[in-house]
């Protein structure tokens, strides 16, 4: 039985190469990419399901898109792929 994955951070890099893997093998995903999902075209002609999703947004607003997305496909596989690279010295971090 095919699993089901849910993965963030679809856009470009590991997650879209991971998404695409994921299809190649006959399981099911939901992509997700902050802010426009039509970034993610590519990847729902290939077979992915495509959700916006910002991991950066408020609980309420995160809960809200993963109700959505649990509506349609139970989730057997989360990989959180979503990140940002904050570039600075230790000390000026924040």
Do not use: H
């Not at 999902?37 to 947004?57: H, P, Q």
């Amino acid at each position: 039985m095919p699993l089901s994955w849910l993965v963030t951070g679809c856009t470009s890099g590991i997650g879209e190469t991971f998404v695409r893997g994921i299809l190649n093998r006959g399981d099911k995903v939901i992509a997700t990419s902050r802010g426009d999902s039509s970034r993610l075209s590519t990847l729902a002609e290939a077979g992915a399901k495509i959700f916006s999703l910002d991991v950066t947004a408020s609980q309420t607003e995160i809960d809200a898109v993963v109700a959505k997305i649990l509506e349609e496909e139970p989730i057997d596989v989360l990989v959180n792929n979503a990140g940002y690279i904050e570039a600075a010295l230790a000390e000026e971090a924040r």
